[in-house]
């Protein structure tokens, strides 16, 4: 009878050791997931951003990007064109008749109560 009982013990002893070990494989394997997720999340962002890279290299080695940058930065143009400078956008703002229409500040007009009440009813 006392053998069984020693027996009975260990074997809840090794069901709950084994339980226990599965409950912290099991939150391994949570954490593997989690990790693997971010993990492609981040490959799937530098992915991205390679390609633009890629792309931007590939558009560098063309004329046409030069020729951009020599106009765009440089200010350089081709023989016999004409070249705008326009002002700043804020500048340009400033002169614009309508910036005068929204400065104007409204007319606050003081109706007594017995004109509101009038001009609800009627």
């Not at 912290?24 to 633009?52: C, D, H, Y």
């Not at 023989?79 to 340009?92: K, Q």
């Amino acid at each position: 009878m006392r053998n069984k009982q020693i027996q009975r013990t260990a074997y809840v002893i090794f069901l709950l050791f084994l339980c226990y070990s599965l409950i912290g494989n099991f939150r391994l394997l949570l954490k593997a997931r989690n990790s693997l997720s971010e993990a492609q999340a981040i490959l799937e962002k530098e992915t991205e951003e390679n390609r633009k890279l890629h792309d931007k290299l590939v558009e560098a080695g063309k004329f046409t990007y030069a020729e951009r940058v020599a106009r765009d930065t440089l200010g350089l143009a081709r023989e016999n064109e004409v070249v705008f400078i326009l002002p700043p956008e804020e500048s340009l703002k400033e002169l614009s008749p309508r910036k005068a229409e929204r400065d104007k500040k409204p007319v606050l007009q003081v109706v007594s109560p017995w004109e509101e009440w009038l001009k609800l009813f009627l």
